[in-house]
């Protein structure tokens, strides 16, 4: 491919995306048409107003396709390097289909005259639209994926900034080729400190970073800086000469709680809101629904793997089946947690309260694969049934390390706003156990001030991903 086509390859992309997607919504309109007056089902479901000419559908699958590229484009499922799951990639596409079927479906019902559709032309189509639609997207993000291992179409990025907030960035885009981003190097706080990671050389201080990235010429700046060099960031952003670099910012706790900033008004007085939740209000009581039918059909059908699980603890290690445990939950409210217990009695008995560790001495044989599977904690489900967690949520901690971390995270106890759960976006991250409170503070921030169904499910599914995989439990 040319260099032009290299430069324009995220265009190039969008633009076969928008392709597919009116190839698959002419496809699925096509093949209804013969499904309806040609095929077998014709005789099952005689056609009694006559065939509509083919010209009919053809024109107003122009308008159909018209409005679903504009509610894709509007979803933003048109990007390029748009990493997103089988699972996620189907949910979006069902998402914008059945939204643009609805807007064309009530449009129908306005023509009369000689221009007569078939609603069952117009329902086979829904569902053959979703998955064609979610086949080719695949294919093609299949093939950018490979391309851009490849190394075809890369971006080439630099890193601004220091400490873990910063090797976190560099950590992923490592974990991540298929992201496609050249790793030119780093700008830190001073030249001596150690570079981020192999093939990431410090290119010089913070303050040299715009005399010195300009002649390396990257496509993407990410800056990963704390809040106290917000002037410093702005004056660089505004002061950088070339005008094609994008800029990402890597928030820190404030940051991100600022970034959800909305602003209001009172009697012409701007407010500045900070902190709300899309859980307030409807939000909670949708929630509560889901967790109180999941939790009882989930009691019912795994009770006796429960039992089971129950009676090996009591018969391969002395001390009861149940550990209960005080945790904190929704505005500093106090439950008994339960879980199967997986360490041996009175383990903290010497030491007081600490976390759990890979290759703990204190835990039993089978607590070790239970804590690997996470099946110590379905007896969790009872407190989700009882209202004192929910299925998803920031995980609860013991109070004595919630008054700790509120002394040494100003902004910790803000994940106390929704209910803790049984998994939580910052689990499914690998950040559990005796990881970062900082950067689990972050995630669980993220997810209260991000909540959605989706993002639920999408955790769930993580959730159970991690379950099969056993990846850092412990």
């Not at 095929?39 to 005689?46: H, I, K, T, V």
């Not at 012409?268 to 859980?279: C, F, R």
């Not at 879980?339 to 976390?355: D, H, I, L």
Request: with cysteine; aromatic share 12%.
């Amino acid at each position: 491919m040319t260099s032009s086509v290299r430069k324009n390859f995220p265009t190039l992309v969008s633009a076969m995306l928008v392709a597919s997607d009116l190839v698959a919504i002419f496809f699925s309109v096509l093949f209804s048409y013969w499904l309806r007056f040609f095929s077998p089902l014709a005789r099952s479901l005689p056609v009694t107003k006559g065939i509509p000419p083919l010209e009919w559908y053809l024109y107003g699958t122009i308008f159909v396709a018209l409005v679903w590229v504009i509610i894709f484009a509007r979803h933003g499922m048109y990007r390029s390097r748009r990493e997103v799951s089988a699972f996620e990639e189907l949910y979006c596409v069902f998402q914008g289909i059945t939204l643009g079927f609805i807007i064309v479906l009530a449009s129908s019902f306005f023509l009369r005259g000689e221009t007569s559709f078939s609603r069952l032309v117009l329902v086979m189509v829904w569902p053959l639209s979703v998955l064609s639609a979610t086949l080719f997207r695949r294919l093609l993000r299949f093939w950018e994926l490979k391309m851009l291992k490849s190394g075809f179409g890369t971006r080439k990025v630099i890193i601004v900034g220091q400490g873990e907030l910063a090797r976190r960035v560099y950590r992923s885009l490592q974990r991540n080729p298929q992201r496609g981003y050249e790793i030119l190097g780093s700008f830190t706080e001073d030249r001596d400190l150690p570079p981020l990671g192999p093939g990431c050389p410090q290119l010089g201080r913070i303050e040299e970073t715009g005399s010195m990235a300009a002649p390396l010429k990257p496509q993407l700046v990410m800056i990963a800086l704390p809040s106290e060099y917000n002037p410093w960031i702005l004056k660089f952003v505004l002061a950088y000469p070339d005008i094609n670099v994008e800029f990402q910012l890597v928030p820190d706790l404030l940051g991100m709680i600022a970034s959800r900033a909305e602003i209001t008004q009172l009697e012409g007085l701007p407010l500045i809101s900070v902190g709300k939740t899309p859980l307030d209000g409807w939000g909670r009581v949708l929630k509560r629904s889901i967790d109180i039918a999941v939790s009882g059909v989930g009691l019912a059908l795994l009770s006796p793997i429960m039992l089971i699980l129950a009676i090996l603890v009591k018969t391969t290690s002395r001390g009861p089946m149940i550990f209960s445990q005080e945790r904190t939950s929704v505005n500093g409210k106090r439950f008994r947690l339960h879980k199967f217990r997986s360490m041996r009695q009175n383990a903290e008995a010497e030491t007081g309260p600490v976390f759990a560790a890979e290759n703990d001495s204190r835990t039993t044989k089978l607590g070790a694969l239970l804590r690997r599977k996470h099946l110590d904690e379905l007896p969790q489900l009872v407190n989700v049934l009882k209202g004192d967690m929910s299925l998803v949520g920031p995980r609860p901690e013991r109070p004595h390390f919630v008054e700790k971390f509120k002394k040494e995270f100003p902004l910790y106890f803000s994940r106390h706003k929704v209910k803790t759960g049984i998994t939580g976006w910052a689990q499914v991250n690998q950040l559990h156990g005796d990881t970062s409170i900082a950067e689990r503070t972050k995630y669980d921030l993220y997810y209260i001030e991000n909540w959605s169904l989706f993002l639920d499910l999408r955790i769930i599914l993580l959730t159970l991903k991690d379950f099969l995989s056993s990846r850092n439990a412990y």
